[in-house]
């Protein structure tokens, strides 16, 4: 078990997304720590029944009906989240994924694979999954950032992808929003360097989500082509668990432990990024 930081005990943390894989994780032991949690998800729902597994173990937590590409449904949710708890002291932007209408079917062009070529993407569902990616973390950052810097000492956390840094095949919307979401959060970070809200982002590596198994699964479970190329040029050799993700989440939330980081993007990821493939 990680050890309480008692740092972050009566702190209030919004969480995009909050009922995905791994930011439910990040949920779930952030109440662990005394923190209490808002989850924002489209579906309020989906994110109740997140909160309910929170408040079940004894920690706090209350789900809100948010679309983090709607302004309107942002400033309604954060003005319920103040009402109910006073204050925000943490965002993490987790709200994202991907969509069928913005990835193309072979790697590489020219494939003698039938399906959607790069020429086949429409504009609609690229812009849909760039502006889920990136957009999103802008306009939630914009509508609870001037929360946060009421605050001590704030932080926020944005998802960057391994797509970042080397753009995956096949997800050409995806890969250019998490590009974008690293350097946002460079620029973020200077920006506001002097309010004492720090700025930070995690990049995962491979981790089985449910947005992701269809690429990375087969029907049978198994592996498929696709995986077998991550998991060899992962050095540790398998896929990640969500709560290898909190160790880091802890570390850059609790200004005691990282009170001088900002501005950076933190790989999770096996040694993915390390590895050359040679």
């Known amino acids: ?32 720590h005394g923190v ?9 729902e989906k994110g109740e029944e997140v909160a309910e ?37 943490i965002l993490i932007n987790g709200a994202g994924g991907n969509h069928a ?11 003698n694979i039938d399906g959607k070529t790069f020429f086949d993407l429409e504009e609609e569902g690229f812009s849909q999954v760039f502006a889920t990616n990136f957009t999103g973390t802008f306009l939630t950052s914009q509508v609870f950032g001037e929360e946060l810097l009421k605050q ?14 080397s753009p995956m095949t096949k997800v050409p919307a995806y890969s250019a929003a998490k590009a974008g979401i690293n350097n946002f959060t460079m620029w973020m970070a200077t920006h506001f360097a002097n309010t004492g809200l720090r700025i930070n982002a995690i990049a995962p590596g491979f981790f089985l989500t449910n947005q992701n198994k269809d690429l990375l699964l087969n029907e049978d479970g198994s592996l498929t ?27 850059l939330v609790d200004e005691s432990y990282s009170g001088f980081v900002t501005g950076i993007t933190v790989p999770v990821d096996g040694g993915f990024m390390a590895f050359s493939g040679v």
Do not use: Q
């Not at 209490?36 to 309020?44: H, P, S, V």
């Not at 920690?59 to 989240?81: C, H, M, N, P, Q």
């Not at 001590?152 to 840094?165: D, F, G, L, Q, R």
């Open 1 to 32: 078990m990680i050890s309480i930081h008692e740092n972050l005990s009566g702190r209030v943390a919004v969480v995009t997304g909050g009922s995905g894989v791994l930011c439910s994780e990040m949920c779930r032991e952030l109440a662990r």
């Open 36 to 44: 209490k949690i808002a989850i924002l998800n489209r579906t309020m």
């Open 53 to 89: 597994s929170i408040r079940e173990k004894g920690g706090t937590a209350i789900g809100f009906s948010a679309d983090v590409l709607d302004r309107s449904s942002l400033e309604k949710a954060r003005d319920e989240i103040i009402n109910h708890f006073g204050k925000v002291d």
């Open 101 to 111: 209408d913005a990835i193309t079917t072979p790697e590489t062009f020219g494939e």
């Open 152 to 165: 001590h000492s704030p932080a926020m956390i944005n998802i960057s992808s391994m797509s970042a840094y």
């Open 225 to 251: 082509a696709r995986s077998n190329k991550i998991i060899t040029n992962t050095p540790m050799n398998r896929f990640g668990t969500p709560k290898e993700l909190l160790g880091t989440l802890l570390w």
